[in-house]
């Protein structure tokens, strides 16, 4: 059993709907974010957009997502690697899966309204150094481009959130909900309480990433985490503080169960 301290417990509830693929990619949101959102902005794709591909399928926002990893030089790499695993391996499936990803992704972010821009995500309070700064963007930049109203934040930067996080309050008045990958959780909980507590919109869901470490006193790294405008949402009874909820939430590595949290 999981074990965290209250204030990560969500104490309101909306309809919640998975968007993305099983396991890991998959995200809990509010179905109400769904249906009013115009744009979706999702900073960190890597070599998973079934997130956005499925929102895109519910809703037809447009799509604006965020990562300077992806390029002609990242497919190289994959292709090199998975021939190597080939060469030992003898897998051929192996080879024709990186094939058709390339593809997926080419089909994907070539359609109207789906941009991948290939820019790091930053907070506007960082200087850069010369040269540097065709390889990031801010929120605020962002918004100001590609439109600020009733945008969704699908959020996962390995631990580059929490520079964001007092942009995103700041924001917070024109999103129809976030979801939003924690890491490091153990040593940054008060940085994430002090989120909680200040932004006005309601956390509704919590989910442990169980590809993550887990603390000696069971305290789980990396969390996602959802929230939904106050609108959206009602008080939880006192018996639906039961996470991971059936039927939606699914382990991120499905070769290991998701076990229960408990708050304390």
């Known amino acids: 059993m999981y074990k965290l301290p209250k204030i990560f417990c969500p104490t309101h509830k909306t309809e919640l709907v998975r968007v993305g693929k099983s396991n890991d990619g998959g995200y809990i949101i509010p179905k109400k974010s769904i249906e009013k959102t115009k744009i979706l902005y999702s900073f960190g794709i890597?070599?998973?957009?079934?997130?956005?591909?499925?929102?895109?399928?519910?809703?037809?926002?447009?799509?604006?997502?965020?990562?300077?990893?992806?390029?002609?030089?990242?497919?190289?790499?994959?292709?090199?690697?998975?021939?190597?695993f080939f060469s030992f391996k003898k897998n051929i499936f192996c080879q024709i899966k990186s094939l058709i990803s390339f593809f997926h992704y080419k089909f994907f972010f070539n359609k109207v309204n789906i941009l991948h821009v290939k820019k790091h995500i930053i907070s506007k309070n960082i200087k850069l150094i010369e040269n540097n700064e065709e390889k990031f963007i801010n929120l605020e930049n962002i918004l100001k481009k590609w439109g600020a109203e009733n945008f969704f934040l699908k959020i996962?930067?390995?631990?580059?959130?929490?520079?964001?996080?007092?942009?995103?309050?700041?924001?917070?008045?024109?999103?129809?909900?976030?979801?939003?990958?924690?890491?490091?959780?153990?040593?940054?909980?008060?940085?994430?309480?002090?989120?909680?507590?200040?932004?006005?919109?309601?956390?509704?869901?919590?989910?442990?990433?169980?590809?993550?470490?887990?603390?000696?006193?069971?305290?789980?790294?990396?969390?996602?985490?959802?929230?939904?405008?106050?609108?959206?949402?009602?008080?939880?009874?006192?018996?639906?503080f039961n996470f991971p909820l059936k039927g939606i939430d699914q382990p991120n590595n499905k070769d290991i169960e998701d076990k229960s949290i408990s708050f304390f």
């Open 156 to 240: 996962d930067i390995e631990g580059a959130e929490y520079s964001l996080l007092d942009e995103i309050i700041f924001h917070q008045d024109k999103m129809t909900g976030l979801v939003m990958e924690f890491h490091n959780c153990d040593i940054m909980k008060d940085k994430i309480t002090n989120f909680i507590n200040k932004i006005n919109l309601d956390l509704v869901h919590i989910h442990v990433n169980n590809f993550c470490d887990i603390t000696n006193d069971d305290f789980p790294t990396v969390l996602e985490l959802t929230f939904s405008p106050k609108n959206y949402n009602q008080m939880r009874k006192s018996s639906e």
């Open 46 to 84: 890597y070599d998973d957009w079934s997130f956005e591909e499925n929102f895109k399928k519910k809703s037809n926002p447009k799509i604006v997502c965020f990562d300077n990893s992806i390029g002609l030089f990242f497919w190289v790499k994959k292709f090199i690697k998975e021939l190597i």
